[in-house]
Antibody
């Protein structure tokens, strides 16, 4: 059974750096074709993809947030960490991590964490 | 970035109805298109990958079609459990994008 769970601070002050951890089980991030992505959703709004890290440590970021985002993995701990620097109240959102899977050239997020609400406020 | 435009943004329907949700992309993405269902307070659930491949366990009343820039999600015989928000997502580019969502409400 594949599970993912997000954790981190529930409240962050403006200008601080947000660090979120995705702890997962049931798969390995060293398996070819596998990755973990981060997606966020401001209250009442749509999903926004943030970043994906792949089995080979390749990384991709949303261009609008690339200068503020860093994604990394610890394969031995089955964890992926996302940092978002210089946060602002507009970064208030539920943050999801999800398993990236692929078959041939097609890919998708097939299993998601429950989500973690982060509020940016002073 | 590849832009995604879903329509309608909201939709009212009755149990038993057939509904169609469309997703249009700003450039040709072949069939690199996924559909997700999200219920309030829950994580999205993958319904369809590769534009038309139904995930295991997803009821056959859901179907997806399309290629290139125009895609469709059809739900035949709406059930009470289907009232949710639906998102399309492209993975043609390494910079993934989601549509803005279609909220399906009970009439």
């Amino acid at each position: 059974q594949i599970t993912l769970k997000e954790s981190g601070p529930t409240v962050v002050k403006p200008t601080q750096t947000l660090t979120l951890t995705c702890s997962f089980s049931g798969f390995s991030l060293s398996t070819r074709g596998v990755g973990v992505g981060w997606i966020r959703q401001p209250p009442g709004k749509a999903l926004e993809w943030l970043a994906t890290i792949y089995w080979d440590d390749d990384k991709r970021y949303s261009p609008s947030l690339e200068t503020r985002l860093t994604i990394s993995k610890d394969t031995s701990k089955n964890q992926v960490v996302l940092t978002l620097a210089n946060v602002d109240p507009v970064d208030t959102a539920t943050y999801f991590c999800a398993r990236y899977a692929s078959s041939g050239f097609l890919s998708w997020f097939d299993t998601w964490g429950q989500g973690f609400l982060v509020t940016v406020a002073s | 970035d590849i832009q995604m435009t879903q329509s309608p943004s909201s939709l009212s329907a009755s149990v038993g109805d057939r509904v169609t949700i469309t997703c249009r992309t700003s450039q040709n993405i072949a069939n690199y298109l996924n559909w997700y269902q999200q219920k309030p307070g829950k994580a999205p659930k993958l319904l369809i990958s590769g534009a038309s491949s139904l995930q295991i366990g997803v009821p056959s009343r859901f179907s997806g079609s399309g290629s290139g820039t125009d895609f469709t999600l059809i739900i035949r015989g709406l059930q009470p459990d289907d009232f949710a928000t639906y998102y399309c997502q492209q993975t043609y580019s390494d910079v993934f994008t989601f549509g803005q969502g279609t909220k399906l409400e009970i009439k």
